[in-house]
């Protein structure tokens, strides 16, 4: 996914005039339905830009627990291209029912990150092919990425919503599935 920065006096500005701002009521947390079936999830991250990584995993997992996926174990590999390989290990194990991958590829200023990223998709694809338990990807490739703190500020916000955005989709995937698997079980669907 490819991220543009603004000028970070822009930023500034915007920041200012949001706390000028009187705070918002928010509507009370959604309630989000139950599985009838306990899910294990595994959540596996990239060492690489640890720090900004992981605000995926933090906000992953709040949002996870809110939708009722309680039992996640997290694993760490050196880097993003390391991923799909323990991906399909933990899948073959059969101990759970979908895997997220999280990790951050940086244009170095060479070629190989396109080559790094692109693997890594598709290999995480393979795995759920393969073994059909669903593999979902929070690892991004941003168009641009310095080691300034304004580009670390970013990202770090960035992966927050992507762990949030990637726990919604495994919630609602294996909701799905469930019903799914429960229907051709049933002889209703198939």
């Known amino acids: 996914m490819n991220q543009m920065l603004q000028d970070p006096q822009v930023q ?3 920041v200012e005039t949001e706390v000028a701002r009187p705070p918002v009521p928010q509507d009370p ?8 079936k306990p899910q294990r999830v595994a959540f596996v991250q990239a060492g690489w830009h640890r720090d900004v990584v992981e605000e995926a995993r933090i906000a992953f997992l709040k949002e996870a627990e809110a939708r009722h996926l309680t039992h996640v174990d997290v694993f760490e590999v050196p ?4 991923i799909p390989l323990h ?5 073959k194990t ?3 029912t979908a895997i997220v991958a999280a990790g951050l590829v940086v244009d ?3 070629y190989r990150h396109e080559f790094v990223a692109d693997t890594v998709i598709k290999a995480l694809m393979d795995v759920q092919l393969r ?9 991004l490739t941003p168009q641009q990425f310095h080691e300034t703190e304004v580009h670390y500020d970013f990202f770090r916000k960035h992966f927050a919503i992507k762990g949030v955005e990637v ?3 495994c919630a609602e995937t294996l909701l799905g599935l469930e019903r799914l698997r429960g229907q051709v079980a049933a002889g209703i669907a198939g």
């Not at 073994?131 to 690892?139: D, R, W």
């Open 12 to 14: 500034t500005s915007k």
């Open 29 to 36: 947390a959604p309630e989000h339905p139950r599985f009838a």
């Open 79 to 82: 880097g993003s291209f390391e």
């Open 87 to 91: 991906a399909q290990v933990l899948a």
């Open 94 to 96: 059969r101990r759970y």
């Open 108 to 110: 170095g200023g060479i």
């Open 131 to 139: 073994t059909e338990v669903p593999v979902f990807s929070a690892v």
């Open 167 to 169: 726990a919604a989709a």
